[in-house]
């Protein structure tokens, strides 16, 4: 006896790189501020190979050295740092879907 079961629903291609994307920024973060099993060294971390794997959160680091820069004065974020870990989901999330959208042409001209 054979079940039928319903067709699995498909996930846009979109909607499937928001979520690689901002799951990459907040796996970053948790790497970046110990909150993982997972250790990196600076070596790791300042090479390209580190950067391309940290983007999200390096970018958001990034940000916040230029707009200390601007105050002219170091912002005190020691206490709460969870907004960072955010900001890189958003980032990671923006930088899946312009890479997705970016690459649709090229998938569509390999499946014609």
Do not use: K, N, Q
């Not at 690689?20 to 796996?27: D, I, K, R």
């Not at 969870?82 to 959208?101: D, F, N, P, S």
């Amino acid at each position: 006896m054979s079940e039928e079961y319903p067709p699995i629903p498909r996930v846009h291609p979109i909607m499937a790189a928001i979520a690689a994307g901002a799951l990459w920024g907040a796996l970053g973060y948790a790497v970046l501020w110990g909150l993982s099993p997972i250790v990196v060294g600076r070596r790791f971390v300042v090479s390209m190979l580190g950067t391309l794997v940290f983007l999200p959160v390096r970018l958001v680091l990034w940000g916040i050295r230029s707009l200390e820069a601007a105050a002219g004065r170091p912002f005190e974020l020691a206490d709460s740092t969870w907004w960072i870990g955010a900001a890189a989901a958003v980032i990671g999330a923006l930088i899946a879907v312009a890479a997705a959208l970016a690459l649709r042409p090229l998938v569509r001209r390999l499946r014609s």
